[in-house]
């Protein structure tokens, strides 16, 4: 069983990866990169679920203009760990 800080963690790592693929979104790549290392400082998701609800926008709407190349279950995984 994971935990919900696994969760999140994990979530945040995949749409970190997938938006650094894609090349879109530089900043917020820089600020879940930033979160991520902070978490495993503190143990404190707070920034994590916010970087991750901005993440989950952007894939949404980048999935609408380009169907393939985000997969619905990353979209999933990610709008579970932040909700």
């Known amino acids: 069983m994971t935990t919900t800080g696994e969760k999140i963690l994990k979530a945040c790592t995949e749409a970190k990866n997938k938006l650094a693929v894609l090349g879109i979104e530089p900043q917020l790549i820089s600020e879940i990169d930033w ?3 902070s978490y495993s400082h503190d143990q404190n998701p707070d920034g ?3 970087k991750g609800a901005d993440a989950l926008n952007v894939l949404k709407n980048y999935k609408k203009e380009n169907p393939r190349k985000v997969s619905k279950k990353l979209l999933e995984d990610l709008e579970k760990a932040v909700n």
Do not use: H, S, V
Request: glycine fraction near 16%.
């Open 35 to 37: 979160c991520l290392g």
């Open 48 to 50: 994590l679920y916010q």
